[in-house]
């Protein structure tokens, strides 16, 4: 079974609009870390935002919100205010664990997401 | 913030020879990154885990004698492609933690590596 799911191979949003990239996980341990991650046409993968199982809030860094519905096991990202530059792939990915230091750091990560930002 | 430097960030060599990659952490140490693949338009596989002074661990279905993994210092991890052949053409891409501050629970990537065997 796959532990990430990213459902939209493709997505397109008009410039200044907000856009939901969907994303969900199963894990049995209770204990885990979800993780979002953008990569442009240059190939490095930037990281945006990072939610903890046991956070209580929401993450949100800037115009990044992550939607963490824990009991539906998804961890959708919400970009709003979309910009030309937003236009890249999006990786979901997940740690599994609570040890976040040597080989507990792995990630899984999803078949990612095409975002493209139209004028 | 903390760097990882990869390098080449692009190589293209003939079949049967060997390629090394270099990751390096640039402000912290690394007892442990990783190695990733990533074919195009696909998401990024983990290959192994890095250890300093002692041996890789590998995700199943990679060769180890193909994908030769050295860890000798704290700052410093080395990925070479024994024999390549072009079917290992792809994009190479590493990872630490720096695990200070707000960044504690990220990984940071390099920039990744293009490998084209011809």
């Known amino acids: 079974a796959q532990k990430i799911t990213q459902t939209q191979p493709g997505m397109f949003v008009q410039e200044k609009e907000a856009v939901t990239l969907d994303c969900t996980y199963d894990t049995s341990d209770p204990s885990y870390g979800l993780f979002w991650y953008k990569q442009p046409s240059s190939g490095e993968m930037i990281f945006l935002i990072y939610q903890g199982s046991y956070d209580q809030q929401n993450a949100t860094e800037g115009r990044y919100s992550l939607n963490f519905q824990k009991a539906r096991k998804s961890a959708n990202l919400v970009i709003s205010a979309s910009q030309l530059g937003d236009s890249a792939m999006y990786f979901c990915a997940m740690r599994e664990g609570g040890k976040v230091t040597g080989g507990g750091n792995k990630l899984t990560f999803g078949t990612g997401t095409q975002l493209k930002v139209e004028l | 913030g903390a760097v990882v430097s990869q390098h080449p960030s692009r190589v293209i060599c003939k079949s049967g020879t060997s390629v090394k990659i270099e990751c390096r952490s640039l402000d912290f140490q690394a007892t442990t990154m990783f190695w990733y693949r990533q074919f195009p338009k696909q998401s990024l596989m983990l290959m192994a885990t890095s250890n300093e002074g002692s041996k890789a661990t590998y995700e199943q279905g990679v060769e180890k004698d193909k994908f030769l993994i050295n860890h000798a210092s704290l700052t410093l991890s080395t990925l070479t492609v024994t024999s390549a052949h072009p079917e290992d053409s792809s994009f190479y891409i590493c990872?630490?933690?720096?695990?200070?501050?707000?960044?504690?629970?990220?990984?940071?990537f390099g920039a990744g590596s293009r490998l084209t065997v011809l």
């Open positions: 990872s630490a933690n720096p695990g200070r501050g707000s960044g504690a629970n990220v990984l940071t």
